[in-house]
C-alpha cells in the first residue's frame, strides 16, 4: 500500500512595527500499512531532513516569542493621556518645591541634626549606666565615667588619644588620626593599633605617618580583650567624639562623616603626592582640612573676614542628608502619582476588556500589564514627569535668585544653587538614563528578531523544497502503482475473453449435442434451461 500525503503550502507573513510576514506549513501523511517499513533511502532521507527543519523552526518560535515579549516591554504605548496626567505631576510637584521646601539651608540640616545627635549621645550614656540628662556628663561619663567589670579602667577611650600632638591637636586630630573615622576604615585601623601599638593618619602637610603609642592603658593584653578595645570600646568611643569633647560639647569639633572620611584617606594615597602648592602642602588635603575646621565654607563680612565658621563633620553631613530628605519629597510625591495613575488606568483597561464583574475574575488579570515598573512605558511617564518638576524648579530657583541677587552675578549663583533641588535633577538623570537604556536595548531585540526571521525565511524554503521531494517520490510511487494496474487490467482482459470463448464453445457444444440428450435424456435439458434461468 503507498502512503496518501495532504500538503498545504506557506501563508507568509511577519509582525513587526513597519512590515508583518507570517508563515504556516502544514503538510499532513497518513501512511498506510506496510509503507514505513519498506520507505526506502530517499524518503528516509527526506524525513530526517524535514524533522530537523522543523525541529529548528520550533525552537525559533519560542525565541520569537520571548524576544516579542521583550521588545513590547521596552516599547512606549503612552498615549495622550499619559502625558498629560506626567506633565501635571510634574507641575504639582514643582509648586511643592518651590513653595513649601524652598532653598537648601545647611543651618536648619545643622540644627536638625545637633539635636538628633545630642539626644542619640544621652540616650548611649544612659544605656551604660549614666545617671544624668544632660550632654556634657554624657559625654564626660561616655569618656572616663563609664564602669566595666573585670577591668581597673574607667570610660571608653582610644589609644591614639595619647599621639593627639602628632596629628594636628585638638581640631585635627578627629580627621587625620584614621582610628577617629566613624567608617569600616576606621574600625579597620583601630584594630590594627591594638595588634601593633601603633596609631595611623596624616601629618600637617597630608602625608600618610605611623607613630607609637604612648598611653597602652586602652590596648589590650591578649587576644580578646584587643577584640573588646578595638571594637566596642572603639564604638563607644566614637559616639562620645560625635558631639564634640566634653569642654568643648556641642558647638565643638566633632567626627569627620563617612564622606569626609573617605576623601581624606583617598588625600594620603600616593597618587595625589604630586597635587602641591608652593609651600609643599598637598592641596586636595589642605582643602578637606579647611572644609573640616570650618574655614572653606565660612560665613564672612563684605571685607572677607571670617565672621562664623561653617563646620563640616558628621553632623553636617547628617544635616545634608537631612535637607536632600526635604527635597526629595516633591520627588516622591510626583513618583507617586505616576506610577499609581498607571496602575489605575491599566488595570481599569483590563477589567474592562476581560469584561470582570466579579472580585474573583480578577484572576483572569495579567498583572504584568498593570505594574508600574520594568516597561518603557512608565519610564517614559516618569522621565516627562520629572523633566517638567526640574524645568519648574530650574525657573524658579533663577526668578528667585535674581531677585535676590540684585544683578550680582556671585550671590546669583549662590541663590541658584541653594535652591536647585539636586534629588530632582538626579531623579530626572536617572529617568533619562533609563528611557534611553531601553531604547538600545530594544534596538538590540529587534536586531535579534530580524536575523531570526530571516532564518526562518530561509528554513521554510528549505522545508518546501524537502516537501516538493516528497511530492516527486510519491508521484514516481504513484506512476509505478498505475502502470501495475494497467498492466492487471490487460490480464484480465484477455482472461475474461479467454473465458466467454471457452462459453461459447460450450454453447456450441450444448446445441451439437442437443438431439443426442433429448433421445437419451429428455428431462436434461429442461434442467439445464432452468438452471440457466433461475441459477
Known amino acids: 500500500m503507498e502512503e496518501g500525503k495532504i500538503i498545504k503550502f506557506p501563508n507568509i507573513k511577519i509582525v513587526d512595527d513597519d512590515f508583518e510576514v507570517e508563515f504556516e506549513v502544514e503538510h499532513g501523511t497518513v501512511i498506510t500499512e506496510g509503507k514505513s517499513d519498506n520507505m526506502d533511502e530517499k524518503e528516509r532521507h527526506i524525513k530526517a531532513g524535514l524533522d530537523e527543519v522543523n525541529g529548528i523552526l520550533s525552537s525559533n518560535k519560542e525565541k520569537l516569542d520571548k524576544l516579542n515579549e521583550g521588545i513590547d516591554r521596552l516599547t512606549n504605548h503612552s498615549d495622550g493621556m499619559d502625558y498629560m496626567v506626567a506633565v501635571g505631576s510634574g507641575v504639582l510637584a514643582g509648586i511643592i518645591d518651590s513653595f513649601w521646601v524652598g532653598a537648601f539651608s545647611l543651618d536648619r540640616g545643622k540644627e536638625w541634626s545637633n539635636d538628633k545627635v545630642n539626644q542619640f549621645v ?10 544624668g540628662d544632660d550632654l556634657q556628663g554624657a559625654i564626660r561619663y561616655l569618656e572616663s565615667g563609664a564602669k566595666h567589670n573585670d577591668l581597673d579602667i574607667k570610660g571608653f577611650g582610644t589609644p591614639s588619644d595619647s599621639v593627639t600632638d602628632k596629628f594636628g591637636g585638638g ?16 574600625l579597620i585601623f583601630s584594630m590594627l593599633t591594638q595588634f601593633s601599638g601603633k596609631a595611623y593618619g596624616t601629618d600637617k602637610n597630608g602625608f600618610f605617618i605611623i607613630v607609637d603609642v604612648e598611653d597602652k592603658t586602652f590596648i589590650g593584653k591578649d587576644v580578646p580583650q584587643k577584640l573588646l578595645f578595638g571594637t566596642v570600646f572603639w564604638f563607644f568611643h566614637m559616639i562620645s567624639d560625635m558631639a564634640g569633647s566634653s569642654s568643648n560639647h556641642g558647638a565643638g569639633t566633632g567626627l569627620p562623616g563617612p564622606l569626609l572620611s573617605l576623601l581624606k584617606e583617598m588625600s594620603s594615597l600616593p597618587i ?19 572644609l573640616f575646621n570650618g574655614t572653606l565654607l565660612a560665613k564672612r563680612d563684605s571685607n572677607g573676614k571670617i565672621t562664623e565658621p561653617v563646620r563640616f563633620d558628621l553632623r553636617a553631613e547628617l544635616g545634608v542628608v537631612y535637607e536632600l530628605g526635604r527635597q526629595a519629597i516633591p520627588v516622591i510625591i510626583n513618583e507617586c502619582i505616576v506610577r499609581a495613575f498607571y496602575f489605575i488606568r491599566r488595570l481599569a483597561m483590563v477589567i474592562k476588556e476581560k469584561n470582570i464583574r466579579q472580585v474573583r475574575q480578577l484572576a483572569q488579570v495579567d498583572w504584568n500589564k498593570t505594574l508600574p515598573w520594568r516597561n518603557r512605558t512608565i519610564v517614559r511617564m516618569l522621565t516627562i514627569a520629572t523633566g517638567t518638576f526640574t524645568l519648574i524648579d530650574l525657573g524658579d530657583a533663577a526668578i528667585r535668585g535674581a531677585i535676590k541677587s540684585g544683578g550680582n552675578l556671585a550671590m546669583f549663583t549662590k541663590e541658584f544653587l541653594l535652591r536647585v533641588n539636586f534629588v530632582g535633577v538626579g531623579r530626572f538623570a536617572i529617568a533619562v538614563g533609563t528611557d534611553f537604556t531601553m531604547g538600545l536595548k530594544q534596538n538590540k531585540l529587534r536586531n535579534e528578531r530580524m536575523a531570526i526571521l530571516s532564518e526562518q525565511l530561509h528554513l521554510m524554503n528549505a ?3 524537502y516537501l516538493q521531494a516528497d511530492v516527486w517520490i510519491a508521484a514516481e510511487s504513484a506512476e509505478k502503482t498505475i502502470n501495475e494496474a494497467l498492466g492487471m487490467m490487460e490480464e484480465t482482459t484477455k482472461t475474461f475473453i479467454e473465458a466467454q470463448e471457452a462459453n461459447r464453445q460450450s454453447m456450441q457444444n450444448i446445441g451439437e449435442y442437443r438431439q443426442g440428450i433429448k433421445k437419451h435424456n429428455s428431462g436434461l435439458i429442461e434442467e439445464i434451461s432452468d438452471i440457466l434461468k433461475w441459477g
Open 122 to 131: 544621652v540616650k548611649v550614656a544612659q544605656s551604660q549606666g549614666y545617671e
Open 171 to 186: 581640631k585635627q586630630h578627629h580627621l587625620r588620626d584614621f582610628a577617629h573615622h566613624p567608617t569600616p576604615v576606621g
Open 272 to 290: 595625589f603626592n604630586s597635587i602641591k602648592n608652593k609651600d609643599g602642602v598637598k592641596e586636595f588635603s589642605l582643602w578637606i582640612s579647611k
Open 463 to 465: 522545508k518546501i523544497y
